[in-house]
């Protein structure tokens, strides 16, 4: 952000709420230097726009390297992303990986290729964080991807499990944030359009009308039509957890066995 735009009140909104989810969670510490995965989504575009005004609000200092992954899909413009950062003065690696043709190979015809697609996308930023010397990954889930992913874990899984604001690779090597996993999607959307992102769209992914992701977002969004507290809600229950009136013995150990009352709703 320039130091002559004044921040709406939408963007002072997303503000408090980024700086409040770095505060409680520890997300960023003096001296690190962050890569920022920017996919040319709205969400990724956002999170860097928020975390350049938390590196002048909150009194860290921070580095900030936006990284975006060409994958290999037909007809993606990479210059669109390169531009915008030179334009905001955002530092700015750009790789080149041919994933689109894997995941053409492996995933059959009529299965959503998100998965495989996202795993394959991780592994690579892992790796080129490394490289950068980048203390964090910075990802641009925001709460409704949380979610959605508790619910489909809930629904497809058997686990309860969402998207933890901070979590260390399986390998040890990176930390992984998520500075708007408290901020709603729809501010983001409004926040894209009202700041102008060049928004570059996946044809591959989850957003694909059919995808398990999008039957749960309808879910959701049916829910919230009936009572528009659904969302605060669910929000709230991912901090609110009742370790003893679940059927994990592992836990139920931990947090010394018995509870208080059934916990029944009247």
Same mark, same amino acid.
């Given at each position: 952000?320039?130091?002559?735009?004044?921040? !709406?009140?939408?963007? /002072?909104?997303?503000?408090?709420?980024?700086?409040?989810?770095?505060?409680?969670?520890?997300? *960023? %510490? $003096?001296?690190?230097?962050?890569?920022?995965?920017?996919?040319?989504?709205?969400?990724?575009?956002?999170?860097?726009?928020?975390?350049?005004?938390?590196?002048?609000?909150?009194?860290?200092?921070?580095?900030?390297?936006?990284?975006?992954?060409?994958?290999?899909?037909?007809?993606?413009? @990479? =210059?669109? *992303?390169?531009?915008?950062?030179?334009?905001?003065?955002?530092?700015? =690696?750009?790789?080149?990986?041919?994933?689109?043709? *894997?995941?053409?190979?492996?995933?059959?015809?009529? +299965?959503?290729?998100?998965? &495989?697609?996202?795993?394959? #996308?991780?592994?690579?930023?892992?790796?080129?964080?490394?490289?950068?010397?980048?203390?964090? *990954?910075?990802?641009?889930? =925001? /709460?409704?991807?949380? &979610?959605?992913?508790?619910?489909?874990?809930?629904?497809?899984?058997?686990? &309860? @499990?969402?998207? $933890?604001?901070?979590? #260390? !690779?399986?390998?040890?090597?990176?930390?992984?944030? /998520?500075?708007?996993?408290?901020?709603?999607?729809?501010?983001?959307?409004?926040?894209?359009?009202? #700041?102008?992102?060049?928004?570059?769209?996946?044809?591959?992914?989850?957003?694909?009308?059919?995808?398990?992701? +999008?039957?749960?977002? #309808?879910?959701?969004?049916?829910?919230?039509?009936?009572?528009?507290?659904?969302?605060? !809600?669910?929000?709230?229950?991912?901090?609110?957890? /009742?370790?003893?009136?679940? =059927?994990?013995?592992?836990? &139920?150990?931990? %947090?010394?066995?018995?509870? %208080?009352?059934?916990?029944?709703?009247?």
């Amino acid at each position: 952000m320039t130091p002559t735009r004044r921040a !709406s009140l939408l963007e /002072r909104k997303l503000l408090t709420t980024v700086l409040r989810t770095v505060h409680d969670f520890s997300l *960023i %510490a $003096p001296g690190d230097r962050v890569l920022c995965g920017l996919s040319g989504g709205k969400d990724s575009y956002g999170m860097i726009w928020l975390l350049r005004e938390v590196q002048r609000r909150a009194g860290i200092p921070f580095e900030i390297i936006a990284v975006n992954l060409d994958q290999g899909h037909p007809g993606f413009e @990479q =210059h669109v *992303i390169s531009d915008w950062c030179d334009a905001h003065g955002i530092r700015h =690696h750009m790789v080149q990986r041919d994933t689109f043709r *894997i995941v053409q190979e492996k995933v059959p015809a009529g +299965q959503t290729p998100c998965s &495989l697609c996202s795993r394959l #996308r991780r592994g690579i930023l892992y790796d080129v964080a490394v490289e950068l010397g980048c203390a964090k *990954i910075a990802l641009g889930h =925001h /709460r409704d991807d949380a &979610l959605e992913t508790l619910l489909m874990n809930l629904l497809h899984q058997g686990r &309860l @499990q969402a998207m $933890p604001p901070r979590f #260390r !690779s399986d390998d040890g090597r990176n930390v992984v944030i /998520r500075p708007l996993v408290q901020c709603d999607e729809a501010d983001l959307a409004a926040l894209a359009l009202e #700041r102008a992102f060049p928004i570059l769209p996946c044809d591959l992914c989850g957003a694909l009308p059919n995808s398990e992701r +999008q039957r749960v977002k #309808r879910l959701i969004a049916e829910w919230s039509a009936a009572d528009p507290r659904v969302r605060d !809600s669910m929000g709230a229950a991912l901090a609110n957890v /009742r370790v003893t009136h679940l =059927h994990d013995k592992r836990l &139920l150990e931990l %947090a010394g066995g018995e509870a %208080a009352s059934d916990g029944t709703v009247p």
